[in-house]
């Protein structure tokens, strides 16, 4: 099979992602308008009970099913077989997971209230199923899935505009979101046949669930991590401050799941060449990605932090404006986990070392719950913030001390240095644009364009390879 451009298949998981990001930005200051804050909570609500069962459906299968896969696709006969068993594993979890959410809807009491809701949203876990994401995963087409994704975006911000004009209009809403975020499973359902012909396996093979469930075992321990700050915050003081960090932790997450996205296309390609054992381009590729992540995650970082007041009076309104202090606690573990998210997914999972990714998560959701009961009651959402910074560097540290026990991967010194003084450069910018520019529009605009523009310039005047790369590239399409 041609091997795939990884930059390509990079832009275009990057413009997945902010599509899948586009509709709750675009429709967030409109929808909280029309909804008001009772269906609002009641959809937030309903959205956190289905991500239980979400979680059940999915196990771990997505990520061992591309680690696993990549070995077969040079062979269609295996690859149907090997897919077959795994979407049949991942159909039975949905089997189990929606006989599970129907058991609490019927005996829940807190739950009867919301069937509604949690009935048209339940609709995601099969059309996650359905998806089969981990098929497009392993042959690199991230085209058909960022097209699709596109088209869903549009349709939806359309349907919204048309038929959402009140709060008697929640159900409709919530039938609009479930087309935006999952209504592209039956599409990529049907056109995975490019690829491999599925059928249903009644008894799949056990050797995939040990490592299937060890997997899940991580997920589950991520998900507590992740979570257990809103929900310990909420639970020892109350919702102002929980509204506080929860606008923080939404920027943060947006910026996190941009800057994964580059490592996403990767892992494929990087379990591909340890399946084949090419040690050489392994390493040349896992060198090249560290020095791209150090060029795009620190500028990142640096910046979040310089403008997230700006930022988030801009995206929120002036009444949230404390958040700003979580949010940039946040901007400091962003670094840190996306560097966690490749040696966990990339390295440690390509290389069948689940259990000690599955250590690493337990360790910092342990870490992460016992800080928070401790400081939340006096610093508040700005502890929950810093509890997060602890449980992504905690992560990182162990998954990049593990990595390194089977595979040398560094960064280029001059690289790195490049980048922290082109960093320099950007605080300085923001700082000068703080000065004269009021505006926050217009600062965070201005921001980004000069600081963005300084940054480029020390990096070429370094000769940092990452831009000499996209620059050489560049000029090479241009005369092309």
Known sequence: MKEKSIKLNAVLNVMKTVLSLVFPLITFPYITRVLQVNAIGKYDFSVSVISYFSLIAALGITTYAVREGTKYRGDQEKMNQFASEIFSINLYA?????????????????????????GILSLEILLATLSVVWIYNIYEDFGYITFVTFILQFVSIILMLLFVHSADDLYKYVIISVISSSGSGLFMFFHARKYVQLHLVKKPPLKHLKPIMIVFSTTIAATIYISSDTTILGWLTDDYQVG???????????????????????IPRFAFYIGTQEKDKILQLGRKLIDYMVAICCPAMVGLFCLSKPIVEEFAGASFGEAYIPLQLLSIALVFAVFANFFSNC?????????????????SA???????????????ESAAAFTTIIAEVCVCVISAYESRKIIKINCTARNLI??????VGIVICCMLAAKVIENQIYLILVSVIVSGLVYAVVLILMKNTVIT????????????
């Open 347 to 363: 390295v440690l999972i390509s290389y069948k070392k689940e259990k000690i990714v599955m250590f690493a998560t337990i360790l």
């Open 366 to 380: 342990v870490i992460n719950i016992v800080l928070n009961f401790i400081l939340i009651p006096r610093y508040q």
């Open 469 to 480: 790369d996209v620059l050489e590239r560049f000029v090479r399409g241009a005369r092309g």
């Open 94 to 118: 949905t089997i189990v997971s929606y006989i599970l959410l129907f058991l609490a809807l019927m005996f829940v009491d807190k739950l009867k209230s919301y069937n509604i809701v949690i």
């Open 244 to 266: 506080i960090y929860g606008t923080a932790a939404k920027i943060y997450k947006i910026v996190k799941q941009v800057l994964n996205a580059v490592v996403a296309v990767v």
């Open 418 to 423: 490049s980048t922290i003084i082109g960093c």
